[in-house]
Every structure is written in C-alpha cells, then in structure tokens.
C-alpha cells in the first residue's frame, strides 16, 4: 500500500478545517484520524504520523493544547528536550532566603509542557479550537 506525505501548509489546512466544525477533540488519535479523512479528501494517499501532527498542532495560534501527564520516577530519561514538540526547556528556579537558587522544573518555550524534577510524561492531549485572530 503506497502513500504520500502532505507538506505542512496541506496539514495545517486540514486541522483548522476540523477543529472549526469539531471545536474541541480530546485525544490525539481522534484528532489524527478526523485530519486523514480531512486529507483524502484531496488525495486519498495522503497520511501523517501522530508525532508530525502532535508538533504542527501544539505551534499554531488558532488551537489550545491542554497536556495531561504522569508522574515518572525516573529522572534519568530527561534529555533536555521537551517530550511535545521537541523545542528546548527552560529551567524554573526559585531564590532561597539564603541567596542561593534551586531548580524547581523545567517549561517548554514552544508549548504549553511543563514538568518538575519528577519528569511528567505526556499522556493525553486535549485540543480546543480558539477564534483566530
């Protein structure tokens, strides 16, 4: 079975056309479904992957991506890079009284993860369609 990659502008065309008749989508794997029919519509080979939407979706300005996650004990899988979209992390420290700093976690500066020194693990994304602007 062949297939063909859409290139970004098709995907994100596909997404709002969805998210503006849906206006709310509770988890990826429905979101990625409903965008596939959106696509074969214009050519029925057209696919895209959960992570390829995940990232486009969490970018645009039009959706709110609300991320619900589990603690994880494990700190050692941390590799700096946000588990959403892959942008970079930004620590967030907190001053003590004794004038010395201490980490207290890490934020996205792409999209709305965030995360404490107990690694959250993404588990389900909520996605809700905003007027644009």
């Known amino acids: 079975m062949s ?8 995907i994100l065309d596909a997404l709002r056309s969805v998210m503006r008749r849906m206006k709310g989508i509770g988890s990826l794997t429905k979101l990625r479904s409903l965008v596939i029919k959106e696509l074969k519509i214009k050519n029925p080979d057209f ?3 959960h992570e390829r939407l ?6 645009v300005p039009f959706l709110k ?12 899988d941390f590799k700096g890079k946000c588990p959403v979209c892959g942008g970079n992390l930004k620590t967030t420290k907190n001053e003590t009284i004794f004038g010395g700093t201490v980490t207290l976690g890490y934020k996205c500066i792409q999209c709305p993860y965030w995360t404490t020194l107990k ?15």
């Not at 297939?3 to 098709?10: M, Q, T, V």
């Open 47 to 49: 696919t895209v992957s």
């Open 54 to 59: 995940r990232k486009l979706a969490v970018r």
């Open 65 to 76: 991506v609300n991320i619900k996650a589990r603690k994880n004990d494990r700190s050692k």
């Open 119 to 133: 690694r959250r693990v993404p588990t389900r994304y909520h996605f809700e369609y905003d007027k644009e602007k």
């Open 3 to 10: 297939y063909s990659i859409p290139d970004d502008e098709k």
